[in-house]
Structure formats: C-alpha cells, structure tokens
C-alpha cells in the first residue's frame, strides 16, 4: 500500500477523533437550543467551569482563596486534603445543578417571552461573567487534570497496524475513550428526549409554553432540568478536554469551533452535532495534511469556519437541521 | 330557574351532576381597565357551558382565570367543593382542567402522536430511569396511555395525520389536534376559547359534532367561549353572557335568547 495513503487514513482516524470532541461541545448548544430556544454562548465556559471546579474540589483547593487572603491578610490555598476523581466528579455536578438553578433563577425566568437575540445576548453576559468568577474561585493558572482516564499511544492499534502496513498508526488512548463516552452519552440523550416524560416535556416546553402549561408542564423545572443536563454535557466536554490540553482558560475559545459544527449539522440535531464534529475533524485534518503543505500550513484555524460559510450560501438549515419554511 | 344543588336531567335526557365549579364574584383588572367586573356563575358536571358576548367582553379573560393564566384580584374559584388558591397554570392542569387556545397553541415540531401524548402527563407517574429504560410499570403505563389516546384520535378522526408534524396540518385540523390533546389528558373540565373561529361552515359543523359527541361518550364537562350565537344556542345547556366586562344574563338558551339586554347587547340599543 502506498505509503501517502497509509498517512492519510492515520490522519483521518485522529481527524475523526478530534471531531469526536468538537462534537461533545457543540452537543450541549444543540439540546438547549433545542429545548428553550436559547443559543446558549456560554456553553464553552461552562465546560472550563466544570472543569476547573472539577479539579479544585479533587486538589482541595479553597475557593475565592486570593480574594480571601487579599482581604484577611492570610495565606491559605489549600484544604490539605485530596478528594477521589468519583466523588470529585459528584460534587463538581451538584455544583453545575446548582449553577442551573441560579441561572434560571436570576436570569432566564425573567426574560420569558423575549426574542431569541435577547436571550442570546444574555448568554453572552453569562459567558462573560462565568470566566471571571471562575478565574476569582479557582485561580488562572494552567491546571493538569487526572481522573484516572488512559492517556497516551494505544499499543494494541499500533502493533496491529505495524503488522499489516509496517507503520503503525499513532492512536491516543484518550480520544477512544472520548469516543466511547461521546457515544454512550448521546444515546442516553436520545432516549431521554424520545422516551421519558420529562423529554417529552422538555420538547414541549421548547415547541410552545402556553400549550406546555396548559398541559400541566411546570416552566420552571423543565428549564431548570434543561441547564442541569447542559451542565453535565459541559462536564464531560471539560473533563475530556482537561485531560488532553490541561484546564486553562483557552478551553472557552473551544466554544468557538462548535459553531462551524452547529452550521453543518443543524442547530436543532442531536446526530447533526455528532456528524458535524467528525466531519470538521477530519475535514481539517485531512485538508492540513492534503493542502496545508501547498500554502505553508496552519490552515486548521480556518478550514472549519470556509467549510460553514460554504453550507450557510448553500443549505442554512446544516445537514440535519429542520427546513426552514416561510409561509407567505 | 335552576337551583337544585343535585342536578336536573336535559330534554335529550342527559343526567347533569353538582356543581364542579362555581365562581364567586369574580374582579379582574389589567391596571386601570377592569376585564372582568364580579362576576359569578357556576359549572355543573357533565354540562355544556358556554360563556358569550360581543368582542371585548371579557369572556377570554373569564377563560383564563379559570385556567390559572390569569389570577383576579378580586373573587374566589371554588373547585369540586374546595376553595382553589391563587395558582400557576400547570398547576390548574394538573388538577384535570384541560384548554385549548383561540389561536391554537400546539407542539408544531412534534407528531399529531406525540402532541396528544403530552396531554397525558399528568396520568405518567413512573420515575425517569424507568421509562428509560422500559421496564415494569413504566411500559405498562405506556401502554395504556397509549390505548387512550389511540381511542380519542379514532374518535376525531385524525388516524390518518397521527405521524404527521402538527405544522403542516391545515387550520381545522390542528384545531382538532388540540382538543385531543386536551381529551388526552381525561379533564374533568375542558375548557374550549373559541373552538370554532376561523372555521368555515362544514368545519363548524363538525366540530359542533365533536363537542356534542365527547360531552356523550366521556360524560366530559365543557365550558366554552363562542362569538357565534347561532353554534352556541345549540350547543350548549346553559349560557352565561358578558358584556364590557359585566354578566348581564344567565341561564337556558331559550331564557338568554328572550333576555332583552341580552338582544340589546347583540344588536345595539339607542342611548338617551
């Protein structure tokens, strides 16, 4: 086999990986907007809050410790003890539930009814804010997080392929678990939406919340329930991505490659994020290993958004995306 | 007049139960603009009830107190013999008081299936994970929520769209989407604003026929809001008519229709 289309299929299998985590993002825009209607911006800060909260809570550092000590004059940083990736993980989603809560509470409730821009722009307001208080709670510095994923070359798919190819394949461990609970994740969302009252509602309430009271849906709750999950899909997004480039700041700028991902899939599709993020993944990599050479490189920091650009002239709706019909 | 508390038996011999819901003395003000000025009536059971009056009346707003959209400021709810507490509107649908809209308020994203599926929530009592994962009680529930409402889209003769998305439906057909979902949920008081406006006349006479024919076959309690007089009159047992926001007649069709400010209120009065 030629040795070019050996490194084409290594570099579209980590492409493929890659979209797996572009999807995992875009995944949590999808079910809020499909539930509330809200484009939700501060998606990608959510899962930098999750996880820096992630690792605070196993590391046992004290929250708002600068600011404590910059009051009080005194000097702690740390609770001195160390808490299990599990249990960490618990907490860290009792704290995004909470986070639901307040959210809802202080500022959606109050923006019922309004147009879609002002909801969005509120987001924006979130994500803003989210950042910071994140930044006062935990700290700016780069963190490394270890919940006990595997990490590094997976052995048994580099043998394989050395033995048929005589090249082994560079596969991380951690984007085939990334994979894995991408896959389990999305199923689960699926059955909830389709299968439970509380997805029924939860389609309900985005559709139509005149209809959804009138049939007995609390408003409230469904909404709470909405960006208690959004939160929990921020985690997973966090702890994948913490793993693999370490919990700084720049994870909310992954925020930014989910809506390529949403143009292509559909705003409004759960299979449509997951399609959209492999093929972006691949896409760029692919593009960067066919191209990249030809016009000195880099080009993986714009191919995705030419790519949406493309669907937004020829199919607005994505690939999944409900058609839009306008009644005249 | 009627005034046993143990009900009466139409002309067509249909038994009317107790009182299920009485307003008393109802005062709703939006600001300065009173909607609705003490106002009160009662619903029997297994009555159709309509509520009528000229544009502006206030016979929406009557409506939407009932249904928890709107809480009065003055005035009590009573329901099924207890005093009802200010509420929310889901709250009011979850003790069995089902509506539909005067412009419709559908799940236009979902099936016909799945909008008359929401009207049963209030009857699905098993927890999350079981319904997730389809087991026991969960899918025996399913099952018979499924029974019911496949038995009230065969009654409105909507087998046909069942998977269809409420969106594409024509007006009259959504319109009949909506009372299965309100059926759906086995209300003990169907609420219904303006079931048959926007409709031409063969729509109107079949919806005419499925109100009379769910208020048989249920023994479902119906009040109803129409602008129509000539739909209501045969309709209904007893009619309540507002105008400006005031009651200004009550009682069989045939006393309302001899009512004289009922007919001032349709077809004017000269003012001195």
Do not use: C
């Amino acid at each position: 086999m030629p040795e070019q289309l050996v490194f084409a299929m290594e570099v579209f299998l980590n492409g493929l990986m890659a979209g797996v985590l572009y999807a995992l993002v875009a995944l949590g825009f999808v079910l809020i907007y499909k539930a509330s209607g809200i484009f939700n911006y501060a998606q990608g800060v959510m899962a930098l809050f999750s996880a820096l909260t992630l690792v605070g809570i196993m590391e046992g550092q004290v929250p708002f410790a600068h600011l404590i000590n910059a009051i009080f004059g005194t000097e702690i940083h740390h609770f001195g003890w160390h808490v299990p990736a599990l249990l960490a993980i618990l907490f860290t989603m009792a704290v995004m539930v909470g986070l639901a809560w307040v959210v809802n509470k202080l500022i959606f409730r109050h923006l019922v009814n309004q147009e879609p821009i002002i909801l969005f722009m509120a987001t924006i307001g979130l994500a803003y804010f989210l950042e910071g208080f994140g930044d006062i709670m935990w700290g700016a510095d780069i963190k490394k997080l270890d919940v006990g994923l595997p990490q590094g070359i997976n052995t048994w798919i580099d043998e394989s392929t050395f033995n048929i190819f005589d090249y082994g394949f560079f596969i991380d461990n951690l984007d085939i678990v990334a994979t894995v609970v991408a896959a389990l994740l999305v199923t689960a969302l699926v059955i909830f939406a389709q299968y439970t009252k509380q997805g029924r509602a939860m389609r309900a309430v985005a559709d139509d919340h005149q209809a959804a009271l009138s049939v007995g849906i609390s408003l409230n709750f469904i909404w709470v329930m909405v960006w208690s999950v959004a939160g929990f899909v921020a985690l997973v997004a966090g702890i994948m991505w913490g793993t693999k480039s370490g919990v700084q700041f720049s994870l909310s700028l992954i925020a930014l490659k989910a809506l390529p991902v949403l143009m292509l899939g559909g705003f409004t599709s759960i299979p449509g994020a997951i399609v959209g993020g492999l093929i972006i993944g691949v896409g760029e990599k692919l593009f960067e290993f066919a191209i990249g050479p030809l016009v000195g490189g880099a080009t993986e920091n714009w191919f995705a958004y030419v790519l949406a650009l493309i669907f937004l002239v020829f199919r607005p709706q994505g690939l999944f995306g409900e058609k839009i019909i306008e009644r005249v | 007049m009627l005034d046993a508390s143990e009900g009466y038996t139409t002309e067509d011999g249909r038994k009317i139960g107790g009182v299920v819901m009485e307003m008393k003395n109802i005062t709703l003000r939006f600001g300065g603009v009173v909607a609705i000025q003490d106002i009160s009536f009662d619903i029997r059971e297994g009555e159709i009830r309509a509520i009528i009056g000229p544009n502006g009346a206030g016979k929406s707003s009557m409506l939407n107190v009932i249904s928890g959209f709107y809480n009065p400021q003055e005035g009590e709810v009573w329901y099924k013999g207890a005093k009802r507490p200010p509420m929310k509107p889901y709250e009011v649908a979850r003790q069995g008081i089902a509506r539909t809209f005067q412009n419709i308020a559908l799940f236009e994203g979902m099936s016909v299936l799945d909008n008359v599926m929401t009207g049963r929530i209030r009857q699905m009592k098993a927890g999350m994970l079981a319904q997730a994962i389809w087991k026991g009680k969960a899918e025996r529930e399913e099952v018979e929520n499924r029974e019911v409402v496949e038995k009230i889209i065969d009654f409105l003769e909507i087998q046909h769209i069942r998977k269809t998305p409420v969106g594409r439906l024509p007006y009259g057909l959504k319109k009949r989407v909506e009372l299965a979902r309100a059926l759906a949920a086995e209300p003990s008081i169907l609420l219904l604003d303006e079931p048959m406006a926007g409709m031409n006349v063969e729509e109107k006479e079949d919806m005419s026929r499925f109100v009379l024919d769910v208020n048989d076959e249920f023994g479902t309690t119906i009040a109803l809001i129409e602008h129509d007089m000539g739909v209501v009159m045969d309709l209904s047992d007893r009619v309540v008519v507002m105008d400006y926001g005031k009651k200004i007649g009550d009682g069989t069709p045939d006393e309302v229709r001899n009512n004289q400010a009922v007919i001032d209120a349709y077809l004017g009065v000269a003012h001195d």
